[in-house]
């Protein structure tokens, strides 16, 4: 058997060996294009030493008395022709991994794309269903209640217990809710790079000033 027809048994080998769920690249499809090309050159170099040869595929190698033909390099021919079967068999069998590569490669591609519609499709409807911001967090002190419970600086509040975008009028809501629920949970919902981020903040004591450790500004609407 020819060097290319091992070398694309070995390649198929190593292909089928390799681990579970590993992806077809554009890569793979290239290589198996390539020795494609590679198996039809051989393929035509042997049709070209049975050209030389002026036999074929199918001429006879006998006489017309059934003797061994004595004007052709028989040897050459036999070796010719049983190459030439060996590497029809593996091109056909790349011809069919090739399509298989890229049916995979469509899919894959496909795939993708809808998942990327359908998550810009959710990204567009969370945004139109965010009530806007009243309020922002313009500081946090490290160590406070509001760090702990994981309010950043940036943060846009859109709700802050029972105050929300509905009810509030100004920063004295906040306060006289933070006031009234110290030592008790607030639920606190805020946007935060486009996405809603709920926490849940208990005003309390601590070394620095207030029951929050935070600064908090009203958004102009």
Same mark, same amino acid.
């Given at each position: 058997?020819?060097?290319?027809?091992?070398?694309?048994?070995?390649?198929?080998?190593?292909?089928?060996?390799?681990?579970?769920?590993?992806?077809?690249?554009?890569?793979?499809?290239?290589?198996?294009?390539?020795?494609?090309?590679?198996?039809?050159?051989?393929?035509?170099?042997?049709?070209? =030493?049975?050209?030389?040869? /002026?036999?074929?595929?199918? /001429?006879?190698?006998?006489?017309?008395?059934?003797?061994?033909?004595?004007?052709?390099?028989?040897?050459?021919?036999?070796?010719?022709?049983?190459?030439?079967?060996?590497?029809?068999?593996?091109?056909?069998?790349?011809?069919?991994?090739?399509?298989?590569?890229?049916?995979?490669?469509? $899919?894959?591609?496909?795939?993708?794309?809808?998942?990327? $519609?359908?998550?810009?499709?959710? $990204?567009?409807?969370?945004?139109?269903?965010?009530?806007?911001?009243?309020?922002?967090?313009? $500081? =946090?002190?490290?160590?406070?209640?509001?760090?702990?419970?994981?309010?950043?600086? /940036?943060?846009?509040?859109?709700?802050?217990?029972?105050?929300?975008?509905?009810?509030?009028?100004?920063?004295?809501?906040?306060?006289?809710?933070?006031?009234?629920?110290?030592?008790?949970?607030?639920?606190?919902?805020?946007?935060?790079?486009?996405?809603?981020?709920?926490?849940?903040?208990?005003?309390?004591?601590?070394?620095?000033? /207030?029951?929050?450790?935070?600064?908090?500004?009203?958004?102009?609407?």
């Amino acid at each position: 058997m020819s060097s290319t027809t091992t070398t694309y048994q070995q390649m198929k080998t190593t292909r089928e060996n390799s681990p579970e769920g590993s992806e077809v690249t554009m890569d793979d499809v290239k290589n198996l294009i390539k020795k494609k090309d590679e198996i039809e050159e051989q393929i035509k170099a042997y049709y070209d =030493v049975l050209e030389d040869q /002026g036999v074929g595929v199918e /001429g006879p190698l006998v006489d017309e008395e059934g003797y061994p033909r004595a004007d052709v390099n028989l040897y050459q021919i036999r070796t010719a022709r049983h190459n030439i079967s060996c590497l029809q068999n593996d091109h056909k069998a790349i011809m069919a991994e090739i399509e298989e590569a890229l049916h995979k490669l469509h $899919a894959r591609d496909k795939a993708k794309r809808e998942q990327d $519609a359908t998550e810009a499709q959710e $990204a567009m409807e969370q945004q139109i269903t965010l009530p806007p911001p009243f309020a922002r967090v313009d $500081a =946090v002190t490290e160590g406070s209640p509001a760090s702990g419970a994981g309010l950043r600086v /940036g943060d846009e509040i859109i709700e802050f217990g029972s105050v929300n975008t509905g009810n509030f009028q100004n920063l004295q809501n906040i306060a006289s809710v933070v006031q009234h629920s110290e030592g008790k949970p607030l639920r606190v919902g805020v946007i935060r790079a486009g996405q809603k981020v709920q926490m849940n903040l208990t005003p309390q004591r601590w070394s620095g000033r /207030g029951l929050l450790g935070c600064n908090i500004v009203p958004v102009q609407r």
